[in-house]
């Protein structure tokens, strides 16, 4: 069972709009780890936010954001005033198991394009 | 620089034949991780090693598939009699293990390609 699921495949928006990916997941522990992780063109995954399961406050980093909703399983993404630089493949990730070393358990990814 | 390195960049190989990749983690991580990732998907996990012990291994990693990390540094992953399934991009990571768990970072990954 996918435990990740990112229902955007693609998004296209113009530049200087707001967007937001989506992020649900599904685990059976109270202790975990949420990823975005953002990989463009050059293939090499980027990461930019971890959050624990125990930690709902939102968090705010220049343009990007990060909504955490236990209640609601979901953890989103916001990008405000997009930016071309922006394109890119944005994946979610989930990490629960310690005997794995914690390893990402990822969504499928939302393909962003930002046109001029 | 200091991040994950791997090599090669990019292999192409005929079907049957065996092909190495390697990963040289972040100096002092001692964990480390393979992925594997195919088109229009995320990275799926294969492999996970603390120092030089393989703890744990993914229903993915297939028999022809033998991952190693001798010395706890840098790792090798072999996959034997490749198969045209196998061509994917294969990405390395490392983390350090400390109290509070660390994020892992990753390398630009080998491309494969099974003709």
């Known amino acids: 069972a996918q435990k990740v699921t990112q229902a955007q495949t693609e998004i296209s928006v113009v530049e200087k709009e707001d967007v937001t990916l989506d992020c649900v997941y599904e685990?059976?522990?109270?202790?975990?780890?949420l990823f975005w992780y953002k990989q463009p063109p050059s293939g090499e995954l980027v990461f930019l936010i971890r959050?624990?399961?125990?930690?709902?406050q939102n968090e705010i980093s220049g343009r990007y954001s990060w909504n955490f909703q236990k209640s609601t399983s979901s953890f989103n993404f916001t990008i405000t005033a997009s930016q071309v630089v922006d394109s890119a493949v944005y994946f979610c990730?989930?990490?629960?198991?310690?005997?794995?070393?914690?390893?990402?358990?990822f969504g499928k990814g939302t393909s962003l394009l930002v046109t001029p | 620089d200091t991040g994950v390195s791997q090599d090669p960049r990019h292999k192409i190989t005929k079907r049957g034949q065996n092909v190495t990749f390697r990963c040289d983690p972040i100096?002092?991580?001692?964990?480390l991780y393979w992925y594997r990732q195919t088109l229009g998907q995320g990275p799926e996990f294969l492999t996970y090693?603390?120092?030089?012990?393989?703890?744990?291994k993914s229903r993915l990693l297939s028999d022809r598939f033998s991952a190693e990390r001798p010395k706890g540094s840098f790792s090798t992953l072999e996959i034997q009699r490749t198969e045209q399934g196998d061509s994917a991009m294969y990405l390395c990571?490392?983390?350090?293990?400390?109290?509070?768990?660390?994020?892992?970072?990753f390398g630009q990954g080998t491309r494969l390609t099974v003709v």
């Open positions: 959050r624990n399961s125990f930690d709902e």
């Open positions: 990571a490392s983390s350090v293990r400390s109290g509070a768990y660390t994020e892992a970072f």
């Open positions: 990730a989930l990490s629960e198991k310690p005997d794995s070393g914690y390893a990402l358990n």
């Open positions: 090693f603390q120092n030089e012990a393989q703890l744990e």
């Open positions: 100096s002092e991580h001692n964990r």
């Open positions: 685990t059976r522990d109270t202790t975990y780890y």
